[in-house]
């Protein structure tokens, strides 16, 4: 999907780590939500309530989810981090993301 149709946006942008990552809160009508951001390169440490489903859209980076090692990422992969879990990242250059919230 290249665009969402009908949707709402939250004009205040989440930002982290300085502003070396960014990113717009997308609201559905069926309540869902995403994310789409930018992660500049660095090293990043994130923690999740919910189970996360993040799609590469552009870039590349290597993850490291709980229990597994490092995994290389590219544009157009995409990978799911388990709800109350923390992950890191390690962005080699920037990278456009999707951030899918999965409730229950």
Avoid: H
Avoid at 76 to 94: D, R, T, W, Y
């Amino acid at each position: 999907m290249k665009q969402f149709d009908n949707v709402s946006v939250v004009k205040a942008a989440n930002i982290y780590f300085d502003g070396k990552v960014s990113s717009r809160t997308v609201l559905f009508a069926d309540g869902s939500k995403k994310t789409l951001g930018l992660m500049l390169p660095g090293d990043y440490e994130f923690g999740t309530a919910e189970k996360e489903i993040m799609e590469i859209l552009a870039g590349e980076l290597d993850v490291c989810l709980p229990g597994e090692s490092w995994k290389a990422i590219q544009a157009g992969e995409s990978f799911e981090v388990p709800a109350n879990a923390k992950f890191q990242l390690k962005i080699k250059q920037p990278t456009d993301y999707c951030c899918s919230y999965i409730k229950g």
